[in-house]
Each structure stands twice: as structure tokens, then as C-alpha cells.
């Protein structure tokens, strides 16, 4: 899928998890971690590895929630949140993603859809916009 998409749906995911709270910061907050594991490929590493992990989701929770910032106690969850959606929309193309890394490096993906659907592929990029605005509608209210 493409950054955009990424981070619109992980945003949307955010807007229904903390609508209790109202805090936008959260819910921006989780639009750029559904797009940082795509920084793979900037710093060098191989794209769809590591950063494409249960584990990098699972660590960079984990870091968030040890050291927790100043105002932003649940700055774990929106990083999980992010890189979580990031992780379902990869696996829903053709290259998957190695949710197992470094335990095992085969890619998953869902079959049904992965196997017809590649990351550029703008019917599934626009679906994916579409279902994110329509999860941001429930959630500040405006669908029902």
C-alpha cells in the first residue's frame, strides 16, 4: 500500500480506539508510526524486513511504554496501532510481509486477495481510503 494509505487507515483504526480520550495527538501520532516502518529502505535496511515484524511492533511498543513521555502515556499503543494496520495492509499484497522476523523470514500474506493485489494498486488504495473515512465518520460521529 502507499505511505498515504497507510497512514489514513492507521489514523482511522486511532480515531475509534481513543475517540474516549478526544486527543488528536494520539491519533496523529499513529499515522506516522503506520508509515515508519516503510523507513527501512531509507536507512539502508532491505524494505519488507524487520521493520515489517510482529517484533519491531512488539520493541518499539515496548520502548514507548518503559519510557513513557511527558503527557503521552499511551504513546505505546499508537505505536502499535500503526504499525500493526501496516502490517494487515502489507499482507494483503503480493510480497506479504515476514511477520516472524528474525525468527523466520517467510512472508504472510492472506491468500484470497494477496495473490491479485500489488502495494501500488490503486482499487485496493482506494478502498483502504474509503474505509478509513468512513471509520473516522463513526468514530466522531457522523455515521451511526
Known amino acids: ?3 498515504k494509505t497507510h497512514a489514513l487507515f492507521g489514523m482511522a483504526v486511532a480515531s475509534l480506539v481513543f ?3 478526544r486527543s488528536y495527538e494520539y491519533i496523529i501520532m499513529t499515522g506516522i508510526f503506520a508509515v515508519i516502518s516503510d523507513l527501512d529502505s531509507v ?5 519488507r ?3 515489517h515484524s510482529l517484533s519491531f511492533a512488539f520493541l518499539v511498543s515496548l520502548m514507548l511504554y518503559a519510557i513513557p513521555f511527558e503527557g503521552y502515556r499511551l ?3 499508537s505505536a502499535a496501532i500503526g504499525i500493526l494496520s501496516h502490517l494487515f495492509l502489507d ?3 503480493r510480497g506479504g510481509v515476514p511477520l516472524y522476523h528474525p525468527l ?8 484470497l486477495v494477496a495473490k491479485h493485489v500489488r502495494y501500488d494498486s490503486l482499487p485496493a488504495n482506494l478502498f483502504f481510503i474509503l474505509v478509513s473515512v468512513i471509520l473516522m465518520a463513526k468514530a466522531v460521529g457522523v455515521l451511526v
Not at 523466520?104 to 491468500?111: G, N
Open 1 to 3: 500500500m502507499l505511505k
Open 19 to 21: 475517540r474516549g480520550f
Open 43 to 47: 536507512i539502508g535496511l532491505k524494505h
Open 49 to 51: 524486513g524487520f521493520t
Open 75 to 77: 504513546a505505546w499503543l
Open 91 to 93: 499482507s494483503l499484497t
Open 104 to 111: 523466520s523470514k517467510k512472508r504472510h500474506s492472506l491468500p
